[in-house]
């Protein structure tokens, strides 16, 4: 694993949407292969970042780099081939209920390459199932799926288009303990098998725990905490980082 080689280089990244400042200059690294957890109370400005990250919002000022180009400068087409590279794993699986998982999974692969065979579609989508474990739901309806389920087909589905970021909104919200540490598991076998770069957003401190080598922590626009878990968290002396460990492993 090449720990230093940057996927994603933000410095001073600064968004506001009126008098409201949002992300008020920050600096982030993303290392190629690592898995990143980003944390930060509701409306502090994680979807903003992650929006700017694949080119749907713009920052007022300071710089977005994804695989060293900057974002807001590219044109339309190497916009479209950036994400394509940036696999984003919604909080609700986002699966088209009137499809099965076969036709859930065939969509993103027939509408963005065009060239595969029937067989090697079938056999991208069959790879996928069984490195999520969920090989027998091929010919399923997601009403018949549980959530923990769901989520992986959901994963399943973003890896189909073999990207090399992976974006996780709350990957482990509404799901069991059980399910959220095998949800946790996926996460760090995916890295493992498709040599994915990850961002897991998260207010679960276990999946943090389980799934990040580094925490980053959105405060009052900036990140102000940035290291391993045990570097941020058990001992942390500012009071809104006590607040996620407190609120997740004391009053849980
Ligand atoms: N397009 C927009 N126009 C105006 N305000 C916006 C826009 N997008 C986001 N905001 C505001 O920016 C702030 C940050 O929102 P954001 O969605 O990034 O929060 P978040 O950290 O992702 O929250 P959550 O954990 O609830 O998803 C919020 O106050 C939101 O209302």
């Known amino acids: 694993m090449n720990q230093r080689e940057k996927v994603v280089e933000i410095r001073d990244l600064k968004k506001a949407f009126g008098d409201l400042e949002v992300l008020k200059g920050v600096d982030l690294d993303l290392f190629k292969e690592e898995n990143l957890v980003v944390l930060g109370k509701s409306g502090s400005g994680k979807s903003v970042l992650i929006k700017i990250m694949v080119g749907l919002l713009t920052q007022d000022s300071g710089s977005m780099k994804v695989f060293g180009q900057e974002v807001s400068r590219l044109k339309k087409r190497d916009l479209n081939a950036l994400r394509l590279k940036i696999g984003f794993s919604f909080q609700n699986s986002a699966l088209y209920d009137s499809m099965t998982v076969r036709e859930n999974m065939e969509f993103p692969l027939v509408r963005n390459e065009k060239n595969l065979t029937r067989a090697e579609i079938s056999r991208r989508i069959e790879e996928l199932l069984d490195s999520v474990g969920l090989p027998q739901t091929i010919n399923q309806m997601p009403s018949e ?56 957003i998260t207010h679960d401190l276990t999946c943090a725990k389980q799934t990040g080598d580094r925490m980053a922590v959105l405060l009052d626009g900036q990140f102000d905490a940035l290291g391993t878990f045990e570097e941020v968290f058990p001992n942390a002396e500012d009071d809104r980082i006590k607040s996620f460990y407190d609120y997740n492993f004391i009053n849980s």
Request: with cysteine; proline share 5%; glycine share 8%.
């Open 145 to 200: 799926l549980s959530g923990g389920q769901k989520k992986r087909i959901g994963v399943a589905r973003t890896l189909i288009l073999n990207p090399e970021i992976m974006l996780y909104d709350e990957p482990t919200a509404g799901l069991d303990p059980i399910t959220c540490g095998d949800i946790n598991n996926l996460i760090l076998e995916v890295r493992e098998r498709y040599k994915t770069s990850s961002i897991v």
